[in-house]
């Protein structure tokens, strides 16, 4: 390329507590060109676009904009030069209509009164550089998802970047409706805006991009010049997932018995495809699926906490009435959840509190509880957990990362449940938390628990699990048996990439 880059980060680290986010990560843009990024969950790529936007600051590195060198950004900064961001959340406002959307914040005003004759013609020219037709006086309360992104891509182009981030813009959408997002993304490159483009989707990587750069545990592993359209998405995947084999836990044999848990035809949306699958007694079931494919929906769905539009949850042949996260722990489902920091944990709570809220309805009897009488019956959870503490009654906001995931383990093990459900249940814990955590999974299992684990983290999903379900837009595409599964094959699945995809 002979012109200059309009972006350029240089040797970027980025960390967080206990995790390296972006390490010397490093990566360019040119005017015009769709710079594509990719890499497995956690792999950096939504932390770079952070830190290029002013939401994160980097620990060290470069950031030059148009040939000028920063430390880091701000958001205000990051606007002024010309960088504009497209997250997957939505940020409108649903009762305003297109065009007040779009100039929020930058109200085009004729004497000191909102102009919205010539908002209306300048959104109607930014629709149709693009080649969009949108009814600009709907609200956005009526619009579909997939018109609602392209209400923020036009409220993105109405500030003039030089630079446009997309982050995942198609996740949701069906393949017409994506196929339109890549026609304007192809369009905005057209009129001179670089976009740096992430995806999980490389079909359309490959469609769309001059460039794919692959991230791997937070650094650049390869850049491909996909110019010609012929880059092998093979290798790319391969580049995506490498590891060293010593990453993995080593799980330790045990029997499996016959199917006790089922999930027949479940719907998470109206209109969405049947999930399918079961698990035997003693048997870990991992599920992997990239950003936004449903994974978290299902678990939800199963114990009550999201409503389901049909399909029964069936144990030991009798179908459960699960209505709320109530009625699952009646029926002895635990569900250790992602998020421990808001959902797991009461945090300024005592551990005891903590680790007995949940059995508090089967053990405890009586209107009145002192906390402290408890202590006694929780002696068996805290001591077969370890859990590093002061004391019993210490706040749970107090304890490292790893114990307050065994804290969030350990209120279910005090209920004496038969089902776990464990969502991402090493996330952010030390290595050593990690090993500790895997025993426990490995005892539940060998006690004949059924096991259910939702997983991002590649050596833990492949170590610890009997079978792997893969889940793509809210739909099981595989089930992995033992023989049958390696890094290549889940994101192979995930991803939706055939064996040796190459050009064509």
Known sequence: ??????????????????????????????????????????AGKSTLMKVLSGAYRPDSGKIIINGKEYNHMTAALSRELGINIIYQENLLVPWMNIVENIFIGQEITKNGFVDFTSEYKKAKELCDSIHLDLNLNKTVNKLSVAEQQYVKIIKALSTQPRVLIMDEPTSMFNVEDAGKVLEMVEHIAKNGVGV????????????????????RDGAPIRTYDNSKKDVDLDRVVSDMVGREASMFYEKEFHAIGEKSFEVVDLKITPDGPPVNFFIKKGEILGMFGM???????????????????????????????????????????????????????????????????????????????????????????????????????????????????????????????????????TRGIDVNAKSEFYKIMTRLASEGKSILMISSDMPELISMSDRIAVVRKGAITAILEKEDISENSIIRHALEVKKDEKAG
């Open 1 to 42: 390329m002979n012109e200059k880059p309009v972006i350029e980060m240089i040797d970027i680290v980025k960390t967080f507590p206990g995790v390296k986010a972006l390490n010397n990560m490093s990566v360019d843009l040119y005017p015009g060109e769709i710079h594509c990024l990719v890499g497995e969950n956690g």
């Open 196 to 215: 740096l483009y992430i995806s999980h989707f490389l079909k359309e990587v490959k469609q769309i991009a001059g460039r794919i750069t692959v991230i």
């Open 291 to 425: 950003v936004g494919s449903g994974r978290t929906e299902i678990a939800n769905a199963i114990v009550g906490a999201s409503r389901k539009y049909g399909g029964k949850i069936i144990y030991n042949g009798e179908e459960l009435k699960i209505n709320s996260p109530v009625d699952s722990i009646n029926y002895r489902i635990a569900y250790i959840t992602e998020d421990r920091q808001h959902r797991g944990l009461m945090l300024n709570a005592p551990i005891a509190e903590n680790l007995s809220v949940v059995g508090l309805q089967t053990r405890i009897k009586g209107a009145f509880i002192n906390i402290r009488n408890i202590i006694p019956l929780l002696k068996g959870v805290i001591e077969g957990l370890q859990i590093k503490m002061a004391s019993p009654m210490q706040a749970a906001k107090n304890l490292s990362g790893g114990n307050q995931q065994k804290v969030v383990l350990g209120k279910w093990l005090f209920t004496d449940s038969d089902i776990f459900i464990f969502d991402e249940p």
